[in-house]
């Protein structure tokens, strides 16, 4: 993770200091690191053995050269006689274009060379454009310069997680709350990997969140150890959600997030020993998501109830209680006590089994309730004089 995050931050600053960094990571190490993060943006797996001729990434860099080559044929093996087609780029240019800020995608270095004119147009002839060669290079074409800006939902349903599709209809709601937050370098902290049990199983979403922030790191966490699973800018981490010090521990590591999801045990119990555990460590303006709600009402697997839906145990009850917590400048009386939350929770969004929890600063004041106050003092003097 450190060298993800080196790159990062390196693709920010000055030439120098981006050249200075890829030597002190190596190039060899970065071009892997680049190679991976192209390959996984490409969603390469889908075009590879597919093409006409194969794909050939050249990364190059003050004397150093690294390459990989995306196969044309099915078997992997050398794609007919069609010469590769050959992408060539300077390192630090696609530290940027990948990790930058979007203003900062360039192609200045960039050279394409379609196999020989006179193979290509004998092929050509054969096999008419467009689809011929819309594989592999269009693919890493449309990563280098960011074009790949597929939506939650088509992510959702391309890694496989329950998101979106017949059981859940999340990712429309992520996206309003999250899309203006795309290019932005963010933490994301996922309670809940999945693939329950099987160590090698699960990943889906956290693999959803990497693709569609390409500049995040996407932090996943699971009761069951889930390490195996892990990927650059996608750290997994052994922890029990309602055991506040292992939560703590991965605090400990990745730092403080700008995003929460719970999409793990889903029990009430643990939904909250989570939300107290991990919101004061949610950065300021961060969002904190608490995924199928429903699960609280349901005594099979998830030991739910309908007896007092306004409880502090029940997850409908702790979210009702936030709401008060919105308003606790407002309160006359001392009907209810003042929560730890109070201050930093600024918005609540509550959807059909998914929560929104805002974080910031909520204290704009009550002049009304100041007013009241002030008025109800002077009675109660008048009444005991
Ligand atoms: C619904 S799956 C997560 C699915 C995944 N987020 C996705 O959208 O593809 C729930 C996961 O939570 C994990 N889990 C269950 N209890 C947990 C706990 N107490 N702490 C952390 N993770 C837990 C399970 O092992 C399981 O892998």
């Known amino acids: 993770m450190d060298r993800i995050n080196q790159l990062l931050d390196a693709a920010e600053t000055r030439s120098s200091d981006l050249a200075a960094t890829i030597s002190a990571i190596g190039f060899d190490s970065v071009a892997e690191l680049l190679f991976q993060e192209i390959r996984f943006r490409a969603r390469i797996d889908e075009v590879a053995g597919a093409g006409y001729a194969d794909t050939t990434l050249v990364l190059v860099h ?3 050269k690294a390459e990989f080559t995306v196969p044309a044929a099915p078997d992997g093996g050398p794609g007919g006689d069609l010469p590769s087609v050959v992408i060539t780029q ?6 940027r274009s990948l990790y930058g800020p979007r203003d900062l995608v360039s192609a200045a270095t960039r050279t394409v060379r379609w196999p020989g004119a006179e193979v290509a147009q004998r092929e050509l002839a054969r096999n008419p454009l467009p689809d011929r060669w819309a594989g592999p290079p269009q693919r890493i074409l449309d990563v280098l310069d960011r074009r790949d800006q597929l939506d939650l939902g088509r992510l959702a349903a391309y890694y496989g997680t329950d998101k979106w599709g017949p059981l859940h209809q999340y990712t429309r709601r992520y996206e309003q709350h999250l899309s203006p937050w795309r290019d932005r370098r963010v933490t ?3 309670i809940g990997v999945g693939g329950y049990d099987d160590p090698q199983d699960g ?3 956290l693999r959803m969140w990497k693709h569609y922030f390409p500049r995040a790191i996407v932090c996943g966490v699971d009761i069951v150890d889930k390490r195996a699973l892990a990927e ?7 922890a029990d959600q309602s055991d506040r010090d292992s939560l703590l521990a991965v605090i400990d590591e990745i730092g403080r997030p700008d995003v929460i999801i719970d999409d793990g045990s889903h029990i009430s119990a643990h939904v909250i020993a989570s939300f107290e555990a991990l919101f004061p460590y949610l950065r300021h303006d961060g969002l904190y998501f608490v995924e199928d709600l429903q699960t609280a ?7 739910g109830n309908e007896d007092d839906l306004t409880s502090q145990d029940h997850t409908f009850g702790f979210l009702k209680q936030l709401v008060d917590g919105l308003h606790y400048e407002e ?3 001392d009907s209810r006590a003042a929560a730890p939350t109070d201050r930093e929770v600024t918005a609540l969004h509550v959807y059909h089994n998914l929560a929104v929890i805002e974080k910031g600063t909520n204290a704009e004041g ?4 100041d007013a009241f106050r002030t008025l109800m003092n002077s009675q109660s003097r008048d009444d005991t004089a």
């Open 203 to 205: 990943g889906e979403s």
């Open 297 to 303: 009402l349901w005594p099979f697997i998830f030991g």
């Open 366 to 369: 009550s002049p009304g309730a």
């Open 331 to 333: 309160f006359m009386g």
């Open 188 to 190: 994301i902290l996922e």
């Open 232 to 238: 650059p800018r996608m750290p997994i981490f052994q």
């Open 90 to 95: 300077e390192v630090g240019e696609i530290v």
């Open 62 to 64: 003050e004397g150093h």
